[in-house]
C-alpha cells in the first residue's frame, strides 16, 4: 500500500517544461482567481489527483500547487507543470521545501495520542510522535537509536503499510498485555509479539490519519512543533532537534 503520488504518473497529456518568459503575466495584468486556476489545473491533471490548495508562487504568472507529498508548479491554464525546486539566489534557500515543511506542518494536540503505543525513558520530557511499521528496517533502525536517548517519551502510531505480515504484527503488538514492551522487544531484539492480534485495534484509523498528514513512508516522525523528519535519523541529528525546540 502507498499513498506516494508521482508526478510523472499524473497524466501523459501534460507537459513537464520550464515556464518561460512568455508566460509571465505582463506588468498590470489582472491575476485569475485562485479557486478558478484550481479548477483549471484539476481539470488539466484529471480527476484522480488530489490538489491539496492553489497559491501565488514568489513568480508571477507561476502557481503553488499543493499535492500533499509534493509541491509543483504550473501556468494559469494547467498546460504546462514544473516538477523540481524553486530557488531563491539571493537567500540561497529552498523555496519548494521550506513551502512543503510548511504546508505539512502537524498541530501536536490534534494528534490521537491514544491511538499510538507510548512508552517514556527517563523524565520523558522529549517528546516525539513516530509512523512506522512493524517491517519497516529503517523504523528497526530508528527504535534501535532511540535506546541510546535519554528523557524522551514516543508515540507510535502503528503503520503497517508494507506487508500483510506487517498487518498481523501490528495486531499482535497492540493486542498484547504490554504493547510499549512487545514494541519494542520485536524492533530491537526481533522477538515475535505474544499477542493474539483479535482485539479491536486502530490501524486502519492510523492509515487514514497517515493519509491526511501526507505520510507516504516509514519511519515519519513528527515534534510537538508540528515539524516533520520523513525518514531516519540519527541521534545527533536528534539531540540538535531537541536542542532547538528547547531554544524555540
Not at 510522535?129 to 528523557?151: G, I
Request: charged share 20%.
Amino acid at each position: 500500500m502507498s499513498f506516494r503520488i508521482r508526478v510523472a504518473a499524473i497524466a501523459s497529456a501534460v507537459a513537464v517544461a520550464a515556464i518561460g518568459a512568455s508566460y509571465v503575466l505582463s506588468a498590470g495584468a489582472a491575476e485569475p482567481a485562485l479557486d478558478k486556476v484550481k479548477a483549471t489545473v484539476q481539470k488539466a491533471l484529471g480527476s484522480n489527483v488530489e490538489i491539496k490548495s492553489v497559491a501565488k508562487s514568489p513568480l508571477a504568472g507561476l502557481y503553488e500547487v499543493n499535492l500533499g507529498s509534493q509541491v509543483i508548479y504550473t501556468d494559469a491554464t494547467g498546460r504546462y507543470v514544473l516538477n523540481g525546486d524553486l530557488l531563491d539566489t539571493q537567500t540561497a534557500t529552498n523555496i519548494t521545501q521550506e513551502r512543503l515543511a510548511e504546508l505539512n506542518r502537524v498541530k501536536w494536540s490534534d494528534l490521537p495520542l491514544d491511538r499510538a503505543v507510548k512508552w517514556v525513558k527517563g523524565n520523558g520530557s522529549r517528546k516525539i510522535a513516530v509512523f512506522s511499521d512493524p517491517n519497516c528496517p529503517y523504523c528497526h533502525k530508528l527504535e534501535q537509536m532511540l535506546t541510546q536517548v535519554d528523557n524522551i517519551t514516543v508515540y507510535t502510531f502503528l503503520f503497517p503499510i508494507l506487508s500483510e505480515d506487517s498487518n498481523t504484527k501490528a495486531k499482535q503488538i497492540w493486542c498484547s498485555a504490554d504493547r510499549a514492551k512487545a514494541w519494542r522487544e520485536w524492533m530491537t531484539a526481533k522477538t515475535a509479539p505474544g499477542g493474539t492480534g483479535t482485539c479491536d485495534t486502530p490501524l486502519e484509523a492510523n492509515l487514514k490519519l497517515g493519509q491526511q498528514l501526507n505520510v507516504t513512508g516509514t519511519p515519519a516522525i513528527i515534534f510537538p512543533d508540528g515539524s516533520r523528519a520523513p525518514g531516519l535519523i540519527d541521534a545527533a541529528t536528534l539531540e540538535r532537534k531537541f536542542a532547538a525546540l528547547k531554544k524555540s
